[in-house]
């Protein structure tokens, strides 16, 4: 028999481990990542290129004002508007969201034109010379001439005159056209500096995120950021629907957490009153709660081998329960009721049990070689939770065991360690040949939309939203990278060029406004080659219906001037940086590049198709 001294330290030494992982288990914070549902390689890597371009970071806040009437009222629209520049202000605020687009710079048509006026050498193509010969002829200057004499002289004129002056042909018309190929994947038009849908009734905000959204941690912090800016920032009458990455996120790990709340005590409350009635007195409750204090050592274990404790990792508790406590219920059931001492019952159950330890682990080992991160989780903490449940099973289940009865008879022994008959090894053969016989016919899921626990409420936001904004559900992406800027535009000019050859509509590109050196270098030479056969023809021309009109002789000299000076120099940085930032800066992307010559910043280029 056991001797309290050896019962104390058993629970002692067991008991002290627990507490002392505990306490680690308790400041571990659980992390929900959904790239680790992905296998690791090219998956996984164009994913997380992805989220560094911001497409998976990226939050979309629709502000609405709703009304049954066709249209918003003069008073409705400015108390949306303010909504839109009050929240937008205060999201910039927050170092999480460190890009955030709400509104066109004040006064961007008058400074559109100076930034983009100077680039027209580089950004006319072929097509647009097509214009610009029937600008230059005779009848084209005066027809040009007229119309701008008649803009002067209406109450738009006052800040037309530069752009009239330097631009008497209306020649930058070509640059603005280059700005439809920028169009986003929504349907918005600018309203007061502010970008609307169709029927003015809702503005869009969106921004992108310092920390990635598939992580539930920096989901929630994302989340009180935007609250705090909406609860501020809100108008009487206007809601705010947030799209995106962020709300399927925080859904998920609800729902996840939800499960781990409600099943874990459901299946153990299950199997705690099944063993009860079976065993039919309280050691039952011992021998299912016995399993469960190797949970708290596994989940160190667990965090400390894979740096992360995964709430879906966890759930994969709920079936670790069963195996767990079969240990513990075979160890009580054999010290419990069958013949013998107790050191020969546990010396005969050392290969039984080790063998079933082995089998039960081997099959998790298996998952160690799986490429997706979520299963590797999940088999480290199934291998050290049943590992360690063995080990405390194997110490404490003798503590509590009833002394072992000696009345059975040899006979009754036998009977109980004698083979199965044919009939159940017959059934068993069928299964097995049955389920062999189906494995041709198994077919595999691909669509991770499966493994999204949406709720009806968000599916509901997700439809209104692409109703309101006419957004593609699907969108194809294709990424030019290059190390630094000019490289990176060659390779996306080449994507441009193929799409456009195969008549490929709705695709949004960077390309017209900002090509990469090698088309540079060639439209150059056309725009020296064009103003070279036409120059003299147009500045005559305008010398001489501007005088019909009443233009001041010199008028047009900057003109002149434009189309004589080398303009060869194109600075694509500075274009990034100017008026038409908002449009570009979701397309174009630095990355640090440690390796690259000069310590150079790896840069992609996007451009998207989007797909109906």
Request: charged share 20%; hydrophobic share 45%; proline share 5%.
């Amino acid at each position: 028999m056991m001797s309290r001294s050896s019962i104390l330290l058993r629970w002692t030494l067991v008991l002290l481990v627990v507490l002392g992982s505990s306490y680690f288990a308790a400041n571990i914070e659980v992390k929900e990542d959904a790239l680790d549902l992905l296998p690791d390689g090219v998956a996984t890597s164009d994913l997380e290129l992805i989220r560094q371009l911001g497409m998976i970071n990226r939050v979309y806040i629709s502000l609405t004002i709703e009304t049954a009437a066709p249209e918003i009222t003069d008073a409705e629209w400015q108390r949306l508007r303010q909504s839109v520049l009050a929240t937008g202000s205060r999201l910039q605020e927050s170092p999480l969201l460190p890009t955030v687009v709400y509104r066109l710079p004040a006064g961007i048509e008058q400074s559109l034109f100076q930034e983009l006026w100077p680039l027209l050498p580089v950004i006319a193509d072929e097509e647009d010379y097509r214009t610009f010969n029937d600008a230059v002829s005779d009848e084209g200057v005066r027809l040009r001439l007229k119309r701008a004499f008649q803009l002067l002289n209406s109450p738009a004129g006052i800040g037309l005159k530069e752009r009239i002056v330097n631009d008497p042909l209306g020649l930058s018309l070509v640059t603005f056209d280059k700005l439809k190929q920028l169009r986003g994947e929504f349907a918005v038009t600018i309203k007061d500096g502010v970008f609307t849908s169709d029927n003015r009734k809702s503005c869009l905000i969106w921004a992108d995120c310092s920390k990635p959204l598939t992580d539930s941690q920096h989901a929630f912090l994302v989340q009180e950021v935007l609250d705090q800016a909406l609860d501020q920032g809100l108008r009487q009458g206007v809601t705010a629907e947030v799209i995106g990455t962020l709300p399927h996120t925080l859904a998920n790990i609800t729902t996840v957490k939800k499960d781990l709340r409600l099943l874990l005590p459901l299946a153990t409350l299950s199997l705690l009153c099944f063993l009860v009635y079976s065993f039919r007195n309280a050691r039952g409750v011992l021998v299912v709660g016995i399993p469960f204090l190797a949970a708290p050592p596994a989940i160190v274990l667990q965090n400390l081998i894979c740096g992360k404790v995964s709430g879906l990792a966890l759930g994969f508790g709920i079936v670790l329960t069963g195996l767990a406590v079969d240990f513990a219920v075979h160890l009580y059931m054999a010290l419990s009721r069958e013949p013998g001492d107790r050191e020969t019952i546990l010396h005969n159950l050392k290969r039984p049990i080790l063998l079933a330890w082995c089998t039960t682990t081997s099959v998790f080992a298996i998952l160690l070689l799986s490429s997706v991160p979520s299963h590797r989780q999940m088999a480290v903490l199934a291998i050290a939770g049943i590992s360690l449940a063995v080990a405390v099973s194997w110490l404490l289940v003798p503590t509590i065991s009833g002394r072992p009865s000696n009345s059975r008879t040899a006979d009754e022994t036998t009977t109980l360690t004698s083979s199965p008959g044919r009939l159940p090894i017959m059934l068993w053969i069928f299964l097995i040949a049955a389920g062999a016989a189906c494995w041709p016919w198994l077919e595999f899921n691909g669509d991770m939309r499966v493994l999204d626990a949406t709720t009806e409420q968000l599916k509901s936001v997700d439809s209104k939203f692409h109703k309101t904004w006419r957004g593609s559900v699907d969108q194809a992406l294709l990424l030019s990278r290059g190390t630094g800027l000019d490289e990176a535009l060659d390779v996306n000019d080449q994507v441009f060029a193929y799409l456009s050859r195969q008549d490929v509509e709705h695709f949004q590109s960077v390309a017209p406004i900002l090509p990469g050196p090698t088309i540079r270098e060639q439209r150059f030479t056309d725009w020296q080659t064009f103003w070279s056969r036409n120059r003299d023809n147009v500045a005559a021309g305008l010398n001489r219906h501007g005088r019909d009109l009443g233009f001041r002789a010199g008028s047009f000299q900057p003109f002149l001037d434009f189309i004589s000076t080398d303009n060869s120099s194109f600075d694509a940085g500075a274009v990034l940086q100017g008026s038409i930032y908002p449009l570009l800066a979701s397309m174009v992307r630095f990355l640090p590049d440690p390796s690259g010559p000069n310590n150079s910043d790896r840069v992609i280029v996007m451009t998207l198709s989007l797909i109906h």
